[in-house]
């Protein structure tokens, strides 16, 4: 009798789903893949806020707080950083996380708005990625090109990721997870939260290397290739 075959795509889940169980208790893990997918987004974050620091005037596109304190260190009169860089990125961000919290309220399932903004988000870094390469990184125009789209995904991202509610993993900003790993009693969050920070650091590490070798068209292409990735994943959730 022949053997059956492989569904494309299976091994990948498979893998998803043995990191994803991993973060857990034995069989307490009642979220499917999508802790694995989370971690896949924290090293989509620490890509992006790279070119955003490294590239486009010291502003994040993923780290709110990190713009606020910059907008207050440019109204004091530090000149290196710009005054109107991290205003864009506050605004794209929150018309992001906006149009993401309409959507989550009228679905009627939150794993399929979540696909849907990852795959808008994907979308967002693709037009992006089209203006590194047509325009560049250099000019005014093309900087605040790039905020608004990578900021509108980061915003989208963090939104529908917020609504998920799984526990301890985080894709954007790091404090509170510092502060559990600190303050808290070592176990599976503690691991959840670890691979968080490993994953934002990684990827952090690797857009700042990219950038600063070939330029932001490389960082932000591997961003693309992890969203698709978390997108088509995300499609398949119960």
């Known amino acids: ?9 299976r091994p990948a889940r498979s893998g998803l789903q043995w990191v994803a169980d991993g973060l857990f208790p034995r069989g307490a893990n009642p979220h499917g893949v999508l802790p694995a997918l989370l971690i896949l987004l924290a090293f989509v974050t620490g890509l992006v806020d790279a070119v955003g620091f490294l590239g486009l005037g010291r502003v994040f596109v993923a780290n709110m707080t990190g713009n606020i304190v910059f907008l207050a260190f440019a109204l004091a009169g530090e000149a290196q950083m710009s005054r109107w860089a991290s205003p864009a990125a506050l605004a794209a961000f929150g018309a ?16 399929r708005a979540f696909a849907a903004a990852t795959a808008v988000h994907a979308l967002l870094v693709a037009a992006a990625l089209a203006v590194a390469l047509v325009a560049g990184h250099r000019t005014t125009g093309s900087q605040a090109a790039l905020i608004a789209l990578l900021a509108c ?8 990721v917020r609504a998920l509610g799984v526990p ?3 894709t954007n900003v790091l404090t509170s997870t510092l502060t559990g790993l600190a303050a808290d009693t070592p176990g599976r969050a ?16 690797a857009g700042a290397i990219l950038h600063l070798t070939t330029g932001p068209a490389p960082a932000l292409a591997a961003a693309l290739t992890l969203l698709t990735t978390v997108t088509l994943a995300a499609r398949r959730l119960r």
């Open 1 to 9: 009798m022949p053997a059956a075959r492989r569904r494309p795509g």
């Open 96 to 111: 992001g996380a906006w149009s993401a919290g309409r959507v989550i309220r009228r679905a009627a399932n939150t794993r």
């Open 153 to 160: 995904g980061m915003g989208l991202q963090n939104a529908s």
């Open 168 to 170: 301890d993993l985080v």
């Open 190 to 205: 503690a691991l959840r939260r670890s691979a968080s920070v490993a994953a934002m650091f990684l990827g952090a590490l």
